[in-house]
């Protein structure tokens, strides 16, 4: 089975500065998804960013990118110039490419910006 | 394009009764996820349905089971309600397949609290 572990339960950055999100799974599969999602506090999760496995390129996706690591299986989050609207909860995820759409979810991490 | 939507939106039951969630993809999508959410145990998935049927299950006890209608709408049922069921429950529509990648969607969750 798999697994995603969150190390950071809490993390806070001051508005314009940089931080990063850290992430580690368990697979024994080599074909799959890896995620970050966002749920504020209104509760709609919202997709962030996407990274497949077999693609060596790290995702980016305007001020979102990401570091995957395949042999360390590692995949943190970077946030860059946070602003106010990146408060949330961020969930890591990994979703296997046999067949269903199952995610496995990390604990998550609040992400707090100070103004 | 309407986005995914979950009825109802908040609920409260005694334990030992029975409750039936809604969800109703993005037009098109054939694949429904349900994740159940809670402080203690985080985000877990509980089932997913393609096109009618059941293609895989979480590790939750027979009293949770779901189906879904050939509009895809789908639905999710727990009988003999237990306190610890208290949770916002999430459906996630996607269209389905493993490539080309779908994003998931997610609703609003359904915030059940059993007394």
């Known amino acids: 089975a798999q697994t995603v572990t969150q190390s950071q339960p809490e993390m806070s950055v001051q508005e314009a500065e940089t931080v990063t999100l850290s992430c580690t799974y368990d697979?024994?599969?080599?074909?799959?998804?890896l995620f970050w999602y966002k749920q504020p506090p209104s509760r709609q999760m919202i997709l962030v960013i996407r990274?497949?496995?077999?693609?060596?390129q790290n995702a980016t996706e305007n001020r979102f990118s990401v570091n995957f690591q395949k042999a360390a299986k590692s995949f943190s989050l970077k946030i860059s110039d946070s602003q106010l609207g990146d408060a949330a909860m961020y969930f890591c995820?990994?979703?296997?490419?046999?067949?269903?759409?199952?995610?496995?979810f990390g604990t998550g991490t609040r992400l707090t910006i100070i103004p | 394009k309407a986005g995914v939507t979950q009825t109802p939106r908040y609920l409260i039951k005694t334990r030992g009764q029975q409750v039936t969630l809604s969800c109703s993809p993005i037009?098109?999508?054939?694949?429904v996820s349900w994740y159940q959410q809670t402080p203690g145990q985080g985000l877990q998935f509980l089932f997913e349905?393609?096109?009618?049927?059941?293609?895989n299950k979480g590790n939750f006890p027979g009293r949770f089971s779901g189906r879904q209608f050939s509009n895809s709408r789908s639905e999710m049922n727990v009988s003999t309600l237990e306190l610890g069921d208290s949770a916002l429950y999430l459906c996630?529509?996607?269209?389905?397949?493993?490539?080309?990648?779908?994003?998931?969607?997610f609703g609003p969750g359904t915030r059940l609290t059993v007394l």
């Open positions: 996630a529509s996607s269209l389905g397949w493993a490539r080309p990648y779908g994003e998931q969607f």
């Open positions: 697979t024994s599969e080599s074909d799959y998804y």
């Open positions: 990274q497949e496995a077999y693609k060596q």
């Open positions: 995820a990994y979703r296997s490419n046999f067949g269903n759409e199952k995610l496995t």
């Open positions: 037009s098109g999508h054939r694949s």
């Open positions: 349905y393609f096109s009618e049927t059941q293609r």
